[in-house]
């Protein structure tokens, strides 16, 4: 039997629910599909906030500034114009869906993060505004009677006809089967890829599968070698890496060596709060010059009451790990974090193919430049998440669902729900060891010559997804001969305003190209 929706989100994140609901509003039948429960994601796990333009004190040209100086030359400005000004528009909208942020004496609480000037990071349950802005939209979202969720749906392929996604190729979890699903447009909000690398704070779900089969659809992908790194993972044997968000060193947390000296004066002059890349190179400088696997997040100037009630999810995770973060120096390392590349889209989420949307961490707007900016992720989701839902009605109101038939490639798919281990295990620890926070050269040709080895193996599609996106990252991180940003080239160490103030493009059956804008004239409309 033939599937058939008017429009496919994969992935159940800000992004996918805001545009879901932007596209049930118009009396469309809305699936989305995603690969684990509805509520697992990189939003979920968010916890430094939301920054948006709500105080007294702020307006939006500072949010753009600060937002322009973390990006490191390569925001697109239109694009980060577009996320301050209408990001008020949709946090305001989420707080009339009930979402409940922090208030004291019921007046929005505002805290401050790493290179923001001022303080307009809205928080909610303290740590767990993620959490709490997909628990308000999926309730919002079952409101409309026309969105389908589909849980445990790992999606495989895109389909493409005479140039246009037209559909996707998934493992139905009732029938454990491959299955296809036909529509007028799909779009991708499957998060970021964090579990290329060996150390991440992403959940196991961040395997990079929507980047990976939008390249292998055709469509252009962006910026893919810049990669941020967090400062700031727990970092002990027995436990996951932990997120310490940024807002413990908004709140006045202090980075020390393994001699308990403070050490960030040494390489910045904004100490803590200098930008992520910043940080997380600082640190590996001090742990190499101190020949230490961790450094310390030192919190203890602060009562445990107001630590308690101000990071409440931290405070019991690591009282967990038998750590007291009102009195215990906590150790950290930085881990992958956040992809600023991915499926190279315009301003309203349109991609190079079309049929096809991207929003979120997936995709690149240009909005994050080199280096994205603490809490701008969960805006951008809210933000291009329902311009892109919008687009793709207004694009494909005359096309029509008909006339599909399964493709030879269901009945031949091998069936594969995620990396194989041994797959994973080598991309991820090539990938820290030669595409990590430092780069030279001839770490990355080793890299390449290793996952080029992987991909001669039979792979089933999630194996071949992984790998792929991996050689995307390295392949741009070895052609960008300076450092800027997430990217640091210690055989190129300087920023070169003169040859790479350009986005690097990556598309199937073309050598890795340049453009000075990330916004593009669109496919044409159908």
């Known amino acids: 039997m033939l599937l058939e929706t008017d429009y496919i989100i994969i992935g159940s994140g800000v992004a996918g629910l805001r545009a879901s609901i ?4 118009t009396g469309a039948r809305v699936t989305v599909l995603t690969k684990d429960k509805a509520n697992e994601s990189n939003s979920e796990y968010a916890q430094g906030g939301v920054a948006v333009v709500l105080s007294d004190d702020d307006n939006a040209e500072l949010h753009e500034e600060d937002t322009l100086y973390a990006g490191a030359g390569l925001c697109d400005a239109e694009a980060v114009e577009t996320l301050v000004v209408d990001g008020t528009k949709y946090i305001q909208e989420l707080i009339e869906w009930g979402t409940e942020f922090d208030r004291e004496s019921g007046r929005l609480v505002f805290t401050k993060e790493a290179a923001h000037s001022r303080r307009r990071i809205l928080h909610a349950h303290g740590d767990s505004t993620g959490k709490e802005i997909v628990r308000a939209l999926i309730a919002r979202a079952g409101q409309e009677k026309t969105i389908l969720l589909m849980p445990f749906a790992n999606t495989e392929s895109l389909i493409v006809e005479n140039g246009r996604c037209v559909g996707v190729r998934f493992l139905d979890p009732i029938l454990r089967a491959p299955r296809e699903i036909f529509a ?13 690398f060996l150390h991440t704070t992403n959940p196991p779900v961040a395997t990079g599968d929507g980047m990976a089969m939008a390249y292998f659809a055709g469509a252009e992908m962006a910026d893919m070698e810049f990669v941020q790194f967090h400062p700031t993972a727990l970092n002990l044997d027995d436990a996951p890496r932990f997120l310490l968000s940024e807002a413990m060193r908004g709140e006045g947390g202090i980075l020390r060596n393994a001699a308990g000296e403070r050490f960030m004066s040494r390489y910045d002059e904004k100490l803590e709060l200098a930008p992520r890349d910043i940080v997380s ?5 001090e742990m190499r010059r101190t020949g230490t696997r961790a450094v310390y997040l030192d919190m203890t100037a602060h009562t ?6 101000r990071f409440p999810k931290i405070y019991e995770t690591c009282k967990f790990y038998d750590l007291n973060i009102a009195e215990d120096l ?5 881990a992958s974090h956040y992809c600023m590349g991915g499926v190279r889209t315009d301003l309203h989420g349109r991609t190079t193919l079309a049929g096809l949307y991207a929003a979120g961490e997936v995709a690149c707007t240009g909005v994050h430049g080199a280096n994205r900016l603490a809490s701008n992720s969960l805006l951008e989701g809210l933000v291009f998440g329902a311009r892109a839902g919008a687009a793709a009605v207004a694009d494909s109101l005359k096309f029509r669902v008909s006339n599909f038939k399964p493709t030879s490639e269901t009945r031949n798919f091998k069936l594969e729900t995620e990396p194989a281990t041994a797959v994973r295990k080598r991309v991820k620890r090539a990938m820290w060891e030669r595409v990590g926070i430092l780069r030279d050269a001839d ?20 194996s071949r997804n992984f790998v792929t996106l991996a050689k995307l990252v390295a392949t741009a991180a070895l052609w960008r001969e300076e450092s800027r940003g997430g990217h640091f080239r210690t055989d190129f160490p300087e920023r070169d305003d003169k040859r790479w103030q350009v986005h690097s493009i990556q ?11 990330m916004n593009f004239a669109p496919a044409e409309k159908v």
């Open 281 to 285: 190179r600082s640190i590996v400088a």
């Open 330 to 334: 906590l150790p950290v390392s930085p």
């Open 304 to 309: 445990e009451e107001f630590l308690k009630n």
């Open 443 to 462: 770490s990355l040709r080793r890299a390449l010559r290793e996952f080029e080895q992987i991909e001669r193996a039979n792979l089933g599609t999630s």
């Open 507 to 517: 598309k199937t059956g073309a050598g890795i190209s340049s453009s000075e804008r």
């Open 22 to 25: 932007e596209l049930a509003r």
């Open 184 to 196: 007028r447009a799909v779009i991708l909000c499957t998060g970021g890829a964090g579990q290329l």
